[in-house]
């Protein structure tokens, strides 16, 4: 049982007590800018992968003219690379903190900073490959460094709150609901709009701009995280 302070306690009529509900500091997590920090990078991780996850297959069939049915397999190819280097992320942010090569803050800011400008790089190449074998490649290092990125901005409400950390990362994951509504919509309405240039969206330029918003949204996030996060706790 965890100790508990005398200002916490109630004194009952029987003899008793019971433990007063700590009140939580809404509006020190609100504005605070580590919050916002792992707030941004969520919403963009969920942005870049629900854009892949939904539009991905409509890019291969009618941006690159392939029948998903040919493809076979290798469609499946960056959702098992994300699996494999979400499981890197975190061996490799373990051993770099428990080993003490780097602090928590800057292991956090490194992970997070080299898996997303890679992916962003990476989303914005993909509509220059026009061979299955190059988009596969390009959709793969996206969505395998958005996920090794995972281990900088998804873990670190532990670090800043732990004892709100259910808090932040509710806070965190609308942000990240959100951005999986928005960019799903938005993407459509992109494409009816370059349906009026290239009726049959087969063309690179009808799919630049799909891309090219997860890519900056990355590059912008990453800046965010890499001036704003912190590994240390701020909040009791």
Request: hydrophobic share 50%; charged share 15%.
């Amino acid at each position: 049982m965890l100790p508990i302070k005398g200002s916490q306690k109630l004194k009952l009529e029987n003899g008793g007590s019971s433990v007063r509900t700590a009140k939580i500091p809404w509006k020190k997590i609100l504005l605070s800018l580590p919050v916002w920090a792992i707030v941004v990078n969520n919403f963009t991780f969920h942005y870049a992968l629900y854009v892949l996850m939904n539009w991905l297959p409509t890019y291969f069939e009618l941006g690159l003219q392939l029948s998903l049915q040919e493809m076979g397999s290798s469609k499946m190819l960056p959702y098992l690379n994300m699996f494999i280097f979400s499981n890197i992320g975190g061996v490799v942010a373990d051993h770099l903190v428990t080993k003490r090569i780097l602090s928590v803050t800057r292991t956090r800011k490194l992970l997070n900073t080299i898996g997303f400008i890679v992916a962003s790089i990476a989303l914005m190449a993909i509509p220059i490959f026009r061979t299955s074998g190059g988009a596969v490649l390009c959709s793969s290092v996206a969505l395998g460094f958005l996920a090794l990125g995972r281990a900088g901005f998804a873990v670190n409400h532990m670090d800043i709150a732990p004892r709100y950390a259910g808090i932040v990362m509710g806070v965190s994951n609308t942000a990240g609901t959100l951005a999986g509504i928005i960019g799903v919509d938005l993407t459509g309405k992109l494409l009816e709009a370059a349906r009026t240039v290239d009726s049959s969206l087969s063309s690179a330029e009808s799919w630049r701009v799909v891309f090219f918003i997860p890519g900056l949204l990355c590059i912008f996030s990453s800046l965010v995280f890499l001036l704003f996060s912190t590994g240390e706790r701020i909040f009791d």
